[in-house]
């Protein structure tokens, strides 16, 4: 996916702190039943992977497998642009 639009609400959440920006929890993929992706807010449909992100003290994370793509890239850019600027 390289809507820019998805990537700069993904950014937009990273920052706000309603995505994560660290590499922590463990993640699984099966196949979607409607839930909400957190990062572009739209449904996943059974056709769809669905990732989920767990973590601890945190009710976890549901991605698109394109949302989640899309979220390692920019977590990835976000956090090598803050160790740049450290």
Partial sequence: MNDPHVR???????????LPRDRIGRVSATYGAGE???ACSASVPPSEVLYK???AASDGFLFH???FAVWKEERNSM???????D
């Fill in 8 to 18: 700069q609400i993904v950014r937009d959440k990273i920052m706000a702190g309603l």
């Fill in 79 to 85: 956090t090598s642009v803050r160790a740049a600027l």
């Fill in 65 to 67: 497998a394109t949302c």
């Fill in 36 to 38: 909400i992706c957190d």
């Fill in 53 to 55: 992100l767990t973590r």
